[in-house]
């Protein structure tokens, strides 16, 4: 029998690791790709020992001198290379623009040239500061597109124009899914976003940092949920238009605080800071879509998600 092929931009991210650490489960040759700007070494080099191929370069730049040595054809092409948390995409502006844009064109074009599926890494994002919730997929979204967060959330809008037109002009079915808010093991300590924030500042006995006033709300996916909701979407369908991917329990940050204060053995302060421009006040995806059509829905409750992360750290 051929090998199943897949290719994963951002392999040695948080979640592209997970995802190659799923495909290789499910018996794909497994190739990857990264610049290890915000990822990992250390999970590029525990993917290379489980047996992914993997290529350290930027995929904003042209793909000649690596992709040409790859198999001729592939079923799956993931691209989730792209800077992801605030603190660290607001240091790598240009670079987040050029990764949603040029680099998923170049993936784009692979994937095509390779008879491959894509499936595009979209956000929650997308939706702004909404004035819906939770959000459908329908929901147009209010994001600014002049600000601290816009590299971030227009370049993902545009990523998903991107693949529209694409599959209008070139009759393909590459896809996206929104993910919201994942959090799990094997994430970069210094990512910034506030469960691994959290975690790492009970660990080093520190108080526990809020933006603002930690009325401000979020919903928090156990990675192996996500990965689940992903795998189905490429696999078991060949849809081409987006589906939030994420858990429709939400928390405010304080409540997210007060669960994370239990952990530990000993008393941990909270502490207010200033919140961030434009940090948008609620975030809850509507996940009617996903639990219809992909007969999938977020297992994994908090606590018992966060105790897995923190076995970790
Ligand atoms: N984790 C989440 O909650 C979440 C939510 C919404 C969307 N996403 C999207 O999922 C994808 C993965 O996110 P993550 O949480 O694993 O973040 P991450 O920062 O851990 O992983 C992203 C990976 O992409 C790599 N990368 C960035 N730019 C690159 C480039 N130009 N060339 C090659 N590699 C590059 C980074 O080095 C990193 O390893 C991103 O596209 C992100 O926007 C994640």
């Known amino acids: 029998m051929q090998a199943k092929n897949a290719l994963v931009t951002g392999a040695a991210g948080f979640l592209g690791y997970h995802l190659c650490s799923r495909l290789l489960k499910e018996g794909y040759a497994v190739f990857g790709v990264d610049d290890i700007c915000t990822g990992l070494n250390s999970n590029a080099e525990e993917l290379k020992k489980k047996g992914v191929e993997f290529v350290k370069s930027d995929v904003s730049n042209d793909w000649d001198q690596w ?27 240009l670079k987040t623009l050029a990764v949603n844009s040029l680099g998923l064109y170049r993936a784009l074009e692979f994937a095509t040239s390779h008879k491959a599926r894509l499936v595009f890494a979209s956000t929650s994002e997308v939706y702004g500061s909404p004035q819906v919730s939770p959000q459908p997929e329908s929901y147009w979204g209010n994001t600014n597109s002049f600000g601290a967060r816009s590299c971030y959330d227009e370049a ?46 009970l660990k080093e006995g520190k108080p526990l940092t809020i933006h603002g006033d930690g009325k401000q709300t979020r919903s928090f996916c156990y990675v192996d949920d996500l990965i689940e ?20 329990k939400e928390f405010t940050i304080l409540a997210l605080a007060q669960e994370i204060q239990k952990l530990s053995p000993k008393k941990i302060e909270i502490e207010f800071t200033d919140r961030p421009v434009d940090d948008p006040p609620l975030r809850n995806p509507d996940l009617s879509l996903a639990k219809g059509i992909l007969d999938w829905s977020p297992k994994v409750p908090l606590l018992e998600g966060l105790k897995k992360i923190l076995e970790t750290l």
Request: aromatic fraction near 14%.
């Open 67 to 93: 992709a040409t040595s790859l198999p001729s054809s592939f079923d799956l092409v993931f691209h989730f290379a792209s800077p992801a948390s605030p603190p660290l995409y607001q240091k790598m502006q």
């Open 229 to 248: 909701g992903i795998y189905r979407y490429a696999l078991k369908t060949d849809l081409a238009y987006p589906i939030n991917l994420g858990n429709d």
């Open 156 to 201: 993902k809008r545009f990523g998903e124009a991107l693949i529209y037109s694409y599959n209008q002009e070139k009759n393909t079915r590459h896809g996206l899914v929104r993910i919201f808010n994942t959090y799990g093991p094997n994430m970069n300590p210094n990512d910034g976003r506030v469960i691994i924030n959290f975690l790492v500042q």
